[in-house]
């Protein structure tokens, strides 16, 4: 599965392969090197992690009041929409990344979703 990159430093042809080492610059090829594809699943990697992270804090600080809510259940769902699994089917993902990335996001929005609900049952001080 390994194909030839140019390398990020000195554009010397490389094999992609994780741990190749430049003969002309001496670079190690790193996670987030060379191919398009690999780039787009470490973003969405990424994504996965730092989402439901970054949705929790807002919706912990939005929850203050009516009106910051309105706005952190908005970046809740945009958020929620920007990091989904099916937007990133051209990863090509193995049946376990598949699984894995599909439970996390299930998981997480669904945990997310229920303290909005909780937030919006508690209603909130005039
Ligand atoms: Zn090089």
Redesign the pocket.
């Known amino acids: 599965m390994s194909s030839l990159i140019n390398?990020?430093?000195?554009?010397?042809e490389?094999l992609s392969r994780l741990g190749t080492v430049?003969?002309?610059?001496?670079?190690t090829v790193g996670y987030f090197d060379g191919d398009k594809k690999r780039k787009i699943y470490g973003k969405f990697f990424a994504l996965t992690i730092f989402v439901p992270f970054i949705s929790f804090i807002t919706i912990l600080f939005a929850s203050q009041n009516k009106y910051t809510m309105y706005i952190g259940i908005a970046i809740f769902f945009y958020l929620a929409i920007k990091s989904c699994p099916l937007l990133f089917k051209n990863i090509l993902f193995s049946k376990f990344e598949k699984i894995f990335f599909w439970f996390i996001w299930i998981l997480s929005n669904s945990l997310l979703f229920s303290m909005i609900i909780s937030v919006l049952r508690k209603g909130f001080e005039a």
Do not use: A, K, T, V
């Open positions: 390398c990020p430093d000195c554009n010397h490389i430049c003969p002309e610059c001496g670079h």
